[in-house]
């Protein structure tokens, strides 16, 4: 049985990589697909855990190379994700994690229409604003744009199949782990389960 799908989408700032990171360590058999991006690293983040970091030729070769399963530019910078990884990944039964913009989502549901998708919504602009400025990550021109972009991002929330407020914290991991449970008691994974348990002889036959 190959593994499942899920897409996680959010404006900048919502919080999306804590809940992720909170997710993680809980869920083994979860891989995180680490995208290929043109952005600079961020004071902490690892090249290879976080991202690969790519320069934009690098980055281009790429495409031109098909090496992504679905690439988007988002804020000025390409995003990428590689698409071997998550295909070697997934034949080897284990889930996806994607955390990619509503561009990538589209890419990746044209694809595959089973992927479970979900949107990560603040709880108001203003604390959008707060916790993106908060975080100290930005430059002012670069807040300005990711804020102007949320909206639009937003926008694009209705088709998601779960939203998920992240007012308190661990409300949102609380949420976001019952969809991954969710997903997994879904009929159509749990038929091999099914099919060998119909299998067995039943207690009454093997006496
Ligand atoms: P994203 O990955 O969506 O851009 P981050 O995970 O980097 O966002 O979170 C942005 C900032 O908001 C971080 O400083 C993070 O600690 C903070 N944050 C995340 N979730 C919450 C929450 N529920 N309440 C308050 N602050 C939060
Ligand atoms: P950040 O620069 O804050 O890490 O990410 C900016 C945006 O790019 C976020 O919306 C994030 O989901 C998106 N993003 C990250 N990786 C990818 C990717 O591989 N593909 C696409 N399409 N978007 C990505």
């Known amino acids: 049985m190959s593994g499942r799908l899920f897409i996680v989408s959010a404006p900048s700032g919502v919080g999306k ?11 083994p058999k979860l891989r995180y697909s680490v995208s290929c991006t043109t952005r600079k690293p961020r004071a902490g983040e690892v090249s290879g855990r976080d991202y690969h970091f790519l320069s934009r030729e690098a980055f281009l070769e790429g495409i031109q190379k098909g090496r992504f399963l679905e690439w988007a530019e988002v804020h000025g910078e390409y995003y990428g994700t590689d698409g071997n990884v998550v295909e070697s990944w997934t034949q080897a039964g284990h889930d996806v994690l994607f955390d990619i913009d509503v561009q990538g989502a589209r890419q990746v ?37 990711r804020l102007a972009a949320a909206a639009a991002e937003m926008a694009q929330a209705p088709w998601y199949d779960y939203l998920i407020v ?4 661990a409300e949102a991991v609380a949420d976001f782990e019952s969809i991954l449970r ?7 994974y749990q038929v091999p389960q099914l099919r060998t348990l119909l299998t067995l002889p039943s207690p009454q036959q093997s006496k």
């Open 17 to 27: 990589t804590t809940i992720i990171q909170s997710v993680l360590p809980r869920w």
């Open 182 to 188: 969710a997903v997994r008691c879904r009929r159509e």
């Open 109 to 145: 549901l044209s694809c595959h229409p089973t992927a479970t998708t979900v949107f990560i919504l603040p709880p108001s602009m203003a604390s959008l604003e707060a916790r993106l400025s908060g975080r100290g990550t930005e430059s002012e021109a670069q807040l300005g744009k």
């Open 166 to 169: 992240n007012d308190d914290l």
